[in-house]
C-alpha cells in the first residue's frame, strides 16, 4: 500500500471523527438546536476540523527521531566490552543466588535434623532420670534403660552439630 493512501486514510477519518465530535459538543452545549444542525457544516467549521486533522495526520506520521550514529570500531567495541561484562555480572548473579538456595536447603535439613536430635535427646535424658537406678521392661521385653541410652547415642549421630566434631 503506498504511503500517500495510508496519510489520506489517516486524514479522513481524523476528519471525521473530529466532525462527530464538534456536533456532539454542540448539541450538548446547546449551541445548534437539532433542526439547525445542518447549518452547522459551514466553510469555518469545515476549514477548522480540515485543519485539526492536518495537524493531527502530521502528528501522526512525522518521521521518527533520524537513525543512530554511526560508530566508530573503537566506540562499538567498547559497547560490546559493556554489555559483556554487564552480561557476565548477571550470570555471577544469577549462579550466586542459586548457590545461596543450595545452602539455604541443606541448612533447613540440617535444622530438621539439629531439632530431632534436640528432641530425642531432651526425653531419653528426662525419661532416663526419671528412671533413676531402676529399669522398665518395654513392649517388645528389653530394656527401657537401654533403649534409652540407644536413643541418646542415635540423637549423636544425627546431630549436624555433633556428627562434625
Known sequence: MPRWFSIAAIFIVTAFVLHAFLVIVSLAAGVVSGQ??????????FIVEFGLAA???????????????????????????????????RVHAIEQHYRDEQRLERLKAEVVKWR?????????????????????????GGSLRAELQWALDYADSIDPLRARS
Open 36 to 45: 439547525g444542525l445542518l447549518t452547522m457544516a459551514g466553510p469555518v467549521t
Open 116 to 140: 530431632e536430635a534436640r528432641d530425642l535427646r531432651a526425653y531419653a535424658t528426662e525419661a532416663l532420670a526419671d528412671l533413676g537406678d531402676d529399669d522398665v521392661p518395654t513392649s517388645e
Open 55 to 89: 495537524v493531527i495526520t502530521y502528528l501522526i506520521i512525522k518521521p521518527r527521531a533520524s537513525t543512530p550514529p554511526v560508530l566508530s570500531d573503537e566506540e562499538i567495541d567498547k559497547r560490546d566490552a559493556d554489555l559483556e561484562a554487564d552480561a557476565r555480572r
